[in-house]
């Protein structure tokens, strides 16, 4: 069985775009998700930004910005988007490390929840389940099973619900 090493995962620094959106181009095939990193990171004055580095190289990046609730609500919630990891180093567990390191990293700046749009197989083993659950919805059409949530502080979310809105600059992609 092969051995991979172990990624160091740390805050994204403004040295690290040419390589995040190099992640992001490989890992989706195309630019569209390195630009949203872009632009995110122009527009949004508070984002939680992660590289993991194997070797001293940047193979995976994530991201986590505010979201908005409708009704408002007091309660922190942020959207973890967009996630990639380099396809040559799929299934190393460089993905998981980012999550997890993520979702520390999220508690540890006060956010109470948070949600994905992501696969439906692959979040629950971090926590995330439907956010229906928690009475929230998507401003996307998408399956109810892939719009997921997480309460980083127990029972964040029990007195929320309604419709989630991310950043204007998803909607271009």
Sequence with gaps: MATHPEPVIRAATSQDIESITGVHVAAFGGPSEANLVAALTAQCATLISLVALVDSVIVGHILFSPVRVEPATDVSVWGLAPMAVHPAKQGCGIGA????????????????????????????????????????????????QAFMALELQARALREVAGVVHYHPVFAEL
């Design 97 to 144: 490390g980012l999550v997890h390191s993520g979702i520390a990293t999220c508690r540890d700046n006060a956010v109470e929840a948070l949600v994905v749009l992501g696969h439906q197989d692959y979040y629950p083993r971090f926590g995330f389940c439907p956010a229906s659950e928690f009475g929230l919805g998507c401003t996307y059409d998408v399956p109810p």
